[in-house]
């Protein structure tokens, strides 16, 4: 079955929204984007090597069957967060990892 980015992208607008209601959000962060295994074997280093070699910072979480991949500090808008999440989540896809979300992590300023 192919990803849905159409779906993913409405729910990170729909996530941006809901999160700017009432808060002052800061200009630049950097943003986290968490995703899991879809395999029983799955292959954290090669992950982490394709998104650090795109400018991500990557943590895995064995454990908790998570890896973070932070990248910035960015504008902190949807079309920002969107175009960075689209790029890791076309890697994380080809290593058999799904999205998470993500969440703002400390202001850029």
Known sequence: ??????????????TFEA?????????????????FPESSEPNWAGLSKALEAKGFRCAVFEDEDTLDASFGPIPVTP???????????EIALTFEFEPDGWVLMEDGN
Not at 19 to 35: C, N
């Open 19 to 35: 999160l700017g209601e009432g808060a002052d959000l800061p200009k630049s962060a950097v943003i986290t984007y968490q995703f």
């Open 1 to 14: 079955m192919s990803h849905d980015y159409n779906a993913q992208k409405a729910e990170t607008f729909e």
């Open 79 to 89: 079309q920002e967060i969107w175009k960075q999440e689209k790029i890791a989540t």
